[in-house]
């Protein structure tokens, strides 16, 4: 499968810290970045395999958008522990966004990886969430991957934060009350872009909506019988929720695409309270409040670039 390498700028974790204070200020009423230790992420809310994000970040941009518009490729199927080695990181810890495996699962739906891939040392934990329509009620349905499934598949596109799952350093933003039009990522992201300029910078974790409400999409479980050709087509066939905080989001953002055909961010979210989906902006600002977890990627891997591609469905 192709594969293609690029190293992105990787700023001190103070600067970057101080970058985005800037940024978000003129966003939010109320931010405050700072470097701290990561927090055990193996304890609730996250309660995922591993405990940190830190160690040989990376980014991978697998597939993309040009494999579910304006019709399916169903040959476009991926495994994430093949992924974890083409990234030449096996055993990683990946979090990320993208599309579940129907070639699995038999529908369409969203995907929540949480993963610690297979090494030569552990067997991989599958911590990951699907959301679909409940056909009952047309709601969420969202559900633990391993409650029922036993491989590491996904398919079309998946956005991924990979790194050694171990403790350390990290960015903690913390930001309260949305003052600006921007949504919590694309307000760090565009900082990073103003910023650091055509030196692109690509981030991931892991971030929390503490209160309000967010605007999510789900995609419906059976592909389009017709070809969806504009946004306005994508938006018609997608079902859209406001779903309830606390949310858990695991967001993947690159400041300004290095000509790979990026996505350049890409954030999806679960809970404990049975809603999950591909994470908007939140429709709450006087009471929203995020608290996140974030760390620069040292490398980003291109897998499987659509050679024809479009700016539908972004
Ligand atoms: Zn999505």
């Known amino acids: 499968m192709a594969c293609v390498e690029f190293s992105f700028h990787v700023p001190g974790l103070e600067e970057l810290a101080g970058v985005l204070q800037k940024g978000l200020k003129d966003n939010f009423a109320d931010v405050q970045v700072s470097v701290v230790d990561c927090p055990d992420l193996t304890k609730e809310p996250f309660s995922f395999p591993a405990k940190g994000i830190c160690g040989r970040t990376r980014i991978a941009d697998v597939g993309g958008v040009p494999y579910l518009f304006p019709v399916v490729k169903q040959e476009k199927v991926y495994d994430l522990n093949k992924v974890a080695k083409e990234i030449k990181l096996p055993g990683a810890f990946i979090l990320g966004a993208g599309a579940g495996p129907f070639q699995t699962l038999g529908f369409n739906s969203e995907f929540m990886p949480v993963i610690q891939t297979e090494s030569e040392h552990k067997p991989p934990v599958n911590g990951s969430y699907f959301a679909c329509i ?21 398919a079309l596109m998946v956005n991924l934060f990979a790194s050694d799952g171990q ?25 990073l872009e103003k910023y ?5 910078v690509g981030m991931g974790g892991t971030f ?11 995609m419906p479980s059976e592909f389009s019988s017709c070809p969806l050709n504009t946004d306005e087509d994508v938006n018609k066939w997608l079902h ?10 695991l967001p993947v953002f690159v400041s300004r695409d290095p000509g790979l055909d990026l996505r350049l961010e890409h954030t999806h979210c679960f809970s404990h309270h049975g809603e999950g989906g591909h994470y908007h902006y939140d429709t709450t600002p006087d009471i929203v409040e995020y608290v996140g977890y974030f760390l620069p990627a040292e490398l980003l891997y291109r897998i499987d670039q659509p050679k024809e591609t479009h700016l539908v469905g972004r």
């Open 167 to 191: 403790p350390g350093k990290i960015i903690e933003v913390k930001a309260k009350r949305r003052t600006g039009e921007l949504n919590f990522v694309t307000c760090m992201r565009e900082t």
């Open 134 to 154: 409940n056909p009952v009620d047309g709601g969420c349905l969202l559900e633990k991957y391993s409650e029922k499934y036993h491989d590491f598949g996904c």
């Open 196 to 200: 650091y300029g055509d030196k692109p």
């Open 208 to 218: 929390i909506i503490q209160k309000g409400k967010v605007k999510t999409h789900i």
């Open 240 to 249: 859209f929720y406001e779903m309830n905080a606390p949310l858990v989001c």
